[in-house]
């Protein structure tokens, strides 16, 4: 399935949209006022992909650093997409490299009872067999050949809700996890609120310098990156480089995009600080948004977790 999308051209607001475009008559960053706009946005919790690096949670606090007004609104590394969801943009574009999850997000847009149709089907297998053996049918399905139907059930089956890619052939390696998986009506009621929250946005399968060159003056890219130590082996995303990203990022201050960068903070354990190599400049501000336990953590310490290893997710602004 590929990405046939209702909106060829982003740029093009649908029509009961309140501010046009102004390609070019923006001025370089304009005077942002009142950060943060706490508030403005309503917290939005049912997920409908549960994904490493999920922002669920805390997505409306991200979007209270957002400008207060853009044009069109670019989610490069959309995973579950669970800010473009919170945000309810008119005009959008979101991405991802993976193509099973992009066409997990056309299908919710283009053809919502089908989405639904392939978690049930799934998960009446599973209920009416055995647990553990379907799931690893339907897993054995998808690294066969990597599809969205199957990849919608791993995500919401799998252990901890963390999908990990062996870096031996690149198969999704996660177990079957302990819990029920959530029942299907429970999970068509979020594929008609996700579905009529995401309506605007243009849905497509590209890598995020492709989606970022797209930008104009005066719109904005939230950007939410593979975690540093960690990209191989959970999103399978060989090629991501931090420094071709902070390029990628100059490129739009330069021609007056804004962007949000969200970057995985200081791991409070101790483990190890993230050092990152940001150039001087780059980012006007930085804040730091609470994002409670590290998901990779729990993973590797087999479902324990401990209250010392919150994580504070960062937030750098080039505003
Ligand atoms: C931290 S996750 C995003 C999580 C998301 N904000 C959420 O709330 O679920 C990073 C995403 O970047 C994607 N990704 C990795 N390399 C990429 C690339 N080169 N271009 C676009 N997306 C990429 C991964 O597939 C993954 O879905």
Same mark, same amino acid.
């Given at each position: 399935m590929g990405s046939a999308l209702p909106t060829a051209n982003v740029h093009s607001p649908p029509e009961d949209h309140e501010t046009k475009h102004q390609p070019m008559q923006i001025?370089?960053?304009p005077e942002v006022e !009142? $950060?943060? !706009?706490?508030?403005?946005v309503e917290p939005f919790r049912p997920q409908l992909l549960k994904w490493v690096g999920n922002k669920q949670r805390f997505a409306h606090e991200i979007i209270s650093?957002?400008?207060k007004s853009y044009g069109v609104y670019f989610e490069?590394? $959309?995973? #579950?997409?669970a800010v473009v969801a919170t945000l309810q943009p008119s005009r959008a574009l979101a991405s991802d490299i993976s193509l099973p999850l992009m066409d997990i997000f056309t299908t919710l847009q283009t053809n919502p009872a089908l989405l639904c149709h392939w978690y049930s089907e799934r998960w009446h297998r599973m209920m009416n067999g055995e647990k553990k053996e379907v799931y690893l049918r339907i897993r054995a399905a998808f690294n066969e050949s990597p599809n969205a139907a199957d990849l919608v059930f791993i995500s919401r089956s799998c252990y901890g809700g963390v999908i990990r890619y062996r870096? #031996?052939?690149?198969h999704i390696s996660t177990p079957v996890g302990a819990h029920k998986p959530i029942a299907p009506e429970t999970f068509a009621e979020r594929v008609q609120e996700w579905h009529k929250r995401t309506r605007f946005v243009d849905f497509r399968h590209i890598g995020y310098s492709k989606a970022m060159a797209m930008a104009q003056p005066g719109d904005l890219v939230y950007c939410d990156p593979p975690y540093q130590h960690s990209e191989s082996v959970l999103?399978?995303?060989? #090629?991501?480089?931090l420094d071709h990203l902070l390029e990628c990022i100059k490129d739009c201050k330069e021609r007056g995009v804004y962007v949000v960068l969200s970057i995985d903070g200081t791991?409070? #354990?101790?483990?190890?600080?993230?050092d990152l190599p940001i150039p001087d400049g780059l980012f006007e501000r930085e804040v730091y948004v609470n994002v409670g336990r590290s998901m990779l953590k729990r993973f590797q310490m087999q479902g324990k977790s401990l209250e010392d290893h919150a994580v504070t997710d960062r937030l750098m602004l080039t505003y």
């Open positions: 001025p370089m960053f !009142n $950060l943060p !706009n706490h508030g403005e650093y957002f400008p490069p590394f $959309l995973g #579950s997409g870096r #031996s052939d690149g999103y399978g995303a060989q #090629s991501f480089r791991k409070r #354990s101790g483990d190890y600080i993230c």
